[in-house]
């Protein structure tokens, strides 16, 4: 009998799949998505019409279908193809095993959740198909999904409701498991950086191409560069210049841009209190851009959690999620270019 003919091992059909195969196991232990015929002493053996039921089952739960759902549309596409390739009349229709109850009674069914035990809770169905989509690694279907995400409900929507719930899930799940998971958070993060990255570059060109920057930077030490890169993605779409920095920008390179560019807006990014430096913030809020008599400065904007309410003084904004932050950045720009004066690459005056 040839390969082909005995069937592929679930090693080989998860590598293709993109899965663990323990996550292969898993599914036929809770829902019966097994292969169709074993040989009495043999290990598994995927054939191919088993390996089109496994495909359905990751594409519906990548798409967020709940997994004991999706694995009953992907029996009945393995019954579909059953009929095509042995079609001979006398053949008894096998029952699919999920609807078998198995020894010492029917087994209870999974509640609807995440996928994988992500930590979830309640969210949009787009976060379970990405976290299932996470813990596979299936790159490919993260990036669509993210991809989806955006060009359905927008830029901030998608941030605050699709890849920020995801992302925490991820990032709770490593904390509470002895740092498994890792690679999840990272691949997962760069899949959400490219996606904010590419809507970035396909947003319009800035109508105000003689206004005035706004500059994005975490500040030393800081790491977490997403949020800023949601920030820039969201001022692309509305138009506005930017000038990303990226992390752990030092204290002396910030203040050489600021002076520089002349910003309308700094926006500096610390993730927790440590890295907060309010000294750096109220440097940037106190320069200074024009010429005399006619000097404005920035608008600083202290983002993240590790910033202190105290911290804030004339010159200074602490906005609430991303939605804010456009807002407020927005209302310094009126209608395209109203702030070109406010620096626009005029070096401060003497």
Known sequence: M???????????VARRLGVSP???????????IGPAVREDGRHRRWRPEDVAMLEEMCRLTSSGIPPAEAARAALAVRLRLDEDVRPDPPRTPREPQAAQAPPGGPRRARQP??????PLGEVRQECRGLARAAVRLDGPAMEALLQQAVDTHGLVTAWNEVMVPTLHAVGRKWESTDNRYVEVEHLLSWHVSTTLRRAAVTAPSPSAHCAAPVLLACVPGEQHTLPLEALAAGLAERGLPTRMFGAAVPAEALRAAVNRSGPAAVVLWS????????????YMAATAFGLKGARTAPLVLLAGPGWSVRALTAGMARPHGLREALDAIAALYGDAGVVAGAGGGVPPGP
């Open 113 to 118: 959740g995440s996928g994988n035990g992500l």
């Open 271 to 282: 993730q927790s209190r440590s890295t907060a430096d309010t000294a750096l913030a109220r």
């Open 2 to 12: 040839s390969g082909a003919a005995l069937g592929v091992s679930t090693g080989a």
């Open 22 to 32: 323990t996550t292969v196991r898993s599914w036929e232990q809770r829902y019966g």
